[in-house]
């Protein structure tokens, strides 16, 4: 299933591609600065400097503020978290607690059948 | 392509649709288990955001939208966050109260204690009433609840503020009805008694109104008896001395009833005015004495009378102090039995002097002593007749003069003593007491004209001034006397004042008008006796003013003036 970016995405993955210590990049997508997305921002900082450190590439992006910058991204429902590099693309949509869930949604370790 | 890497192709999409398949369950899971702050919408418009109401949300909502004020303030008063409401409350927009102190808002009198309560807050929750205030007068009484909120080592307050306005505007409408109430409630009370008051006073005028028939009945059947009994005897003068005697009492006695009925409806509208002098009691004593009724005249040995040597002057209207006496000595008479004693005593006390009048008789329940001088009440009704307005008479003129009256009994069957204190005055004005003509003074010929409506009242003055030989002429109303007198000149003019046609008071005026030098005396002849009728009288031109019915004497008097 074909992704459709926009344009500012695609910048922003040229940019990594070039930025050769940048392997993942990260979008967090929250709703205003509410408790959970305080909570989601902190596990998802936590998480990347735990398992990715120094090559991640993280934006936080509110969507009441930025919802242009949700177009093409089907997103269903926030906080979510959206790997655009290294492909494949993959969304986390949660409170990002559980540190399985963002080990597989990341790709890092296989999914349990 | 190989067997073996379509395999491998097959197995990867193979991967890559579970691990989507399982990104859809974790995402509905996510939502499912509440995970979300909002959920995106992808629409031809673009994207809508439908926020699931953030906690924050609802308490801000929350906040913004209750009835109370609710302040954010730091340790020092200092006002961090505070809701439309309490922005209401102190008359100030929202902008100009953060980082205000908020003890700005208290009224100056009240500023040191509500920094006290806001001390206290710090260490324990607070609750009281406080008022606010803002600029242009604005006061709200609220009650002010406070809890410390600690946020790190850092301490604020919340407090929240619920508007007493309505509250207390309701208390105070309630203390208001209570006090109406308290009032409506006594207004009852005084209503009750006032009713009660009245029915008594209207039982007691019911009784009065069946004795006044029953007595004034008592002397019209001796007379009606006696003038059957003159119309029998054909002219027998010797016989007819008896019954006439007994008429002449009768009537007598019609007349005080009148007069004393008169006398208290005058009273009891104030239109009484004594005519004072100056006068010696022991003459008072002995003209009362002279009128009070056969069977306690001075000579009867059932009445004694002591007097003093000295004079004792008093201020006073004679016929009203002669009235005093007589009603008292009646009422003794009236209450004593065959053989008793009435005792007539005058006793200078001071300044002042009693009239004591004592009777060995009836006596009263001392239950009775208080209300006994109340108008219609009397004692015993069937006991010698009477209105029961006597002593009301009494005890009022008494009081015009300045006086006091009470009445003493040891019980029924043990006397009475009634006393009356009069104040005294420095020395008396020698006055002859005014003397009947007497019968026997010859009278000069006159010309009489009697005018009265009544044809039975001229015709009977018509027949006794003939007697007394004057020449008579009759008019029955003010016009047929105004003719009459412009082609004979009278000497006398005995005038009806209400008549019907011109009235007496017209008929004197033009009288006075047509013969302004006519020698007449205009003398006028009425029931009306009130001080008012008179002074009209006079005004209309009347020399003299006599009460129906006129005694003889009185007509004599007259016409020898």
Known sequence: MPVRMNRQTKELIAAAREMQHARYVLRLYVAGMTPRSAEAIRRVTDFCEKHLTEQYELEIIDIYQKPALMRGEQIVAVPTLVKHLPEPLRRLIGDMQDEDKLLFGMDLVTRPK | ?561
């Open chain 2, 1 to 561: 392509m190989t067997a073996e890497m379509k395999k491998e192709t097959l197995r990867r999409e193979n991967e890559e649709l579970r691990h989507r398949l399982a990104e859809a369950e974790d995402a509905l899971l996510a939502i499912q288990a509440g995970q979300v702050d909002a959920i995106v919408v992808d629409g031809a418009a673009g994207a809508q955001i439908f926020s699931l109401s953030g906690a924050e949300t609802v308490y801000r909502l929350t906040v913004e939208t209750m009835a109370e004020a609710a302040i954010n303030v730091a340790a020092d008063g200092t006002i961090v966050f505070c809701n439309a409401r309490f922005s209401a409350f102190v008359a100030t927009s929202t902008e100009r109260l953060l980082g205000r102190d908020i003890a700005g808002f208290v009224p100056p009198e009240d500023r040191d204690a509500f920094r006290a309560l806001l001390r206290r807050c710090c260490t324990q929750p607070v609750k009281q009433r406080i008022v606010f205030c803002g600029p242009g007068g604005v006061r709200t009484p609220v009650l002010l609840s406070g809890n410390a909120l600690s946020q790190g080592d850092s301490v604020s307050l919340c407090l929240v503020a619920a508007d007493l306005t309505e509250l207390e505007s309701a208390a105070y409408q309630i203390e208001h009805l209570r006090e109406r109430h308290v009032r409506l409630q006594q207004e009852i009370v005084d209503r009750e008694w006032a009713e009660e008051t009245l029915r008594l006073a209207d039982r007691r005028k019911s009784e009065f109104l069946a004795t006044l028939a029953h007595e004034l009945r008592n002397p019209l059947a001796p007379i009606r008896t006696g003038l059957d009994l003159i119309r029998a005897l054909r002219g027998d003068a010797a016989a007819c001395e008896r019954p006439l005697q007994i008429m002449d009492r009768q009537l007598t006695h019609l007349v005080r009833l009148v007069d004393d009925l008169l006398d208290v409806s005058r009273i009891s509208r104030g239109k009484i005015d004594l005519r004072k002098e100056r006068l010696d009691l022991a003459e008072i004593v002995e003209a009362a004495l002279e009128i009070s009724e056969s069977g306690i005249g001075r000579d009867d040995r059932r009445l004694s009378v002591s007097l003093p040597s000295r004079p004792l002057p008093v201020e006073g209207d004679r016929v009203r102090l002669v009235q005093i006496i007589s009603n008292l000595l009646n009422n003794a008479a009236k209450f004593t039995d065959e053989g008793g004693r009435i005792e007539l005593g005058l006793v200078p006390c001071g300044e002042r002097v009693e009239i004591r009048v004592s009777d060995d008789g009836q006596g009263i329940p001392r239950e009775r002593l208080s209300d006994l001088f109340e108008i219609f009440s009397q004692i015993d009704t069937g006991r010698g007749g009477g209105l029961g307005i006597g002593l009301t008479l009494v005890r009022s003129l008494v009081a015009m003069h300045g006086g006091t009256v009470c009445a003493d009994s040891e019980g029924l069957g043990r006397g009475a003593t009634f006393t009356v204190s009069l104040p005294l005055c420095a020395d008396v004005a020698q006055q002859p007491m005014p003397r009947e003509a007497p019968q026997a003074d010859p009278v000069p010929r006159r010309r009489v004209l009697v005018v009265d409506d009544n044809p039975d009242v001229a015709e009977s003055l018509h027949l006794l001034l003939t007697v007394l030989d004057a020449e008579v002429r009759v008019a029955h109303d003010g016009a047929d006397a105004i003719s009459v007198c412009a082609e004979w000149t009278p000497t006398h003019i005995l005038m009806d004042l209400g008549m019907p046609g011109m009235d007496g008071y017209e008929a004197a005026r033009r009288l006075r008008a047509d013969h302004p030098d006519g020698a007449f005396r205009l003398v006028a002849i009425s029931g009306w006796g009130q001080d008012e009728h008179r002074q009209k009288a006079r005004e209309a031109g009347f020399d003299r003013h006599l009460i129906k019915p006129v005694a003889v004497a009185e007509l004599k008097a007259i016409l020898l003036e």
